[in-house]
C-alpha cells in the first residue's frame, strides 16, 4: 500500500503543478493541456479505489490511520477536478463571448426603410458593456460553483470523518452522552452548510439583477 501511496501522492503534486499551464496555453493547445490533465485525475481516482480497498485490509492498529490519508488524498484530487471544470466553464464563456464579438463586428449595416442608420459606435460600445457584465458575471458564477463544489467535497469529508470518530468512539468505550453530542455538532454543521449554499445563491441573484 505504501509504495502506492506514495505514487498517487507525487501524482496530485503533478496535476497541481500541470494545472499552471491552463492560463498561459493558447486557443490550439489548451484542449490538449485540459485532457492531459482529466486523463491524470482519472488515473488517480483509480488508484484512489484501489488504495481504499488495500486501506481496509491494514491491521487494526493502522487501518484508521490509513484510512484518513486516503481521504486526505480524495479530498485533494476533488479540489483539482472542480478546478479543471471551473476553468473550463470560464474558457468555454469567453470564446462564446468572442465569437458574438466577431459576428457582430463582421455584420453589415444598411439604412432602413424610414432611411435612419443604425449608430454602431454607440452599439459596439453598448456590446462591450454587456460584455464586462457577462465576464463579470462569469467570474461571480465560477467562484460560487468552486464554493459550492467546496462545500461538497467538505461535506464529503466530513461524513466520512464523522464516521471514523464514532468508530474510534465504540472503540475507546466513550458514553452515550458524548456519542449524542458528536451526531448533534455533526447535524449542526450540516445546517451551517446548506445556509452558506443558500447565501451564496441569494448573493449571485442579486449581483445579476444589478449587473442586468
Do not use: W
Not at 479530498?75 to 472542480?82: A, E, G, I, K, T
Not at 460553483?145 to 474510534?168: A, E
Amino acid at each position: 500500500m505504501e509504495a502506492l501511496y506514495h505514487q498517487t501522492n507525487k501524482q496530485v503534486h503533478e496535476v497541481q503543478s500541470y494545472m499552471g499551464h491552463l492560463e498561459t496555453s493558447d486557443k490550439q493547445s489548451v484542449h490538449l493541456v485540459e485532457n492531459e490533465i482529466q486523463a491524470r485525475i482519472d488515473r488517480i481516482f483509480s488508484n484512489l479505489e484501489r488504495l481504499e480497498i488495500l486501506s481496509s485490509k491494514e491491521p487494526a492498529n493502522k487501518r484508521q490511520n490509513a484510512k484518513l490519508r486516503v481521504d486526505q488524498l480524495k479530498y485533494d484530487v476533488q479540489h483539482l477536478q472542480s478546478a479543471l471544470r471551473n476553468f473550463q466553464h470560464r474558457r468555454y464563456n469567453r470564446e462564446q463571448q468572442e465569437k458574438q464579438r466577431e459576428e457582430l463586428l463582421a455584420r453589415t449595416f444598411t439604412a432602413n426603410d424610414s432611411d435612419t442608420t443604425i449608430p454602431i459606435d454607440e452599439t459596439l460600445q453598448f456590446n462591450e458593456s454587456l460584455q464586462n457584465a457577462h465576464r463579470g458575471m462569469d467570474d461571480l458564477i465560477g467562484s460560487g460553483t468552486s464554493i459550492l463544489y467546496g462545500l461538497r467535497d467538505q461535506r464529503m469529508t466530513l461524513k466520512g470523518t464523522h464516521k471514523k470518530i464514532l468508530d474510534v468512539a465504540n472503540m475507546l468505550g466513550l458514553s452515550n452522552t458524548v456519542m449524542r453530542l458528536i451526531e448533534k455538532r455533526a447535524f449542526q454543521d450540516k445546517y451551517f452548510m446548506i445556509g452558506g449554499m443558500l447565501l451564496s445563491c441569494v448573493i449571485m441573484f442579486l449581483v445579476v439583477q444589478y449587473l442586468t
